[in-house]
């Protein structure tokens, strides 16, 4: 009877264990740090929120947030057009 008390206990603890540093991180902020494209080799409107053209020659392209301090929120169809 001892053996099993001790068991559970053992089990228990292990459960405890295992779950702690699960809910230790999980109110831990993520930043993540990312290179956006250059705001200038954008054209960009503000009353639709909408970027227009890319200007840049660039590749690879990582879309900001924000230009001008506006809120991105689509692309034009035709913004990349004739862009490799």
């Known amino acids: 009877m ?8 053992v089990a228990l603890l292990s459960i405890l264990l295992t779950v ?3 809910s230790s991180f999980a109110n831990e902020s993520v930043s993540v ?14 009353n639709t929120n909408t970027i227009t053209k890319f200007t840049g020659d660039d590749t690879e392209v990582v879309i900001p947030t924000k230009i001008n301090g506006v809120e991105v929120k689509a692309i034009g169809k035709m913004a990349f057009k004739g862009k490799k």
């Open 33 to 46: 740090a990312r290179n956006y494209t250059d705001e200038s080799k954008f054209v960009f409107d503000e």
């Open 20 to 22: 702690m540093p699960i």
């Open 2 to 9: 001892k053996i099993k008390k001790i068991l559970s206990y």
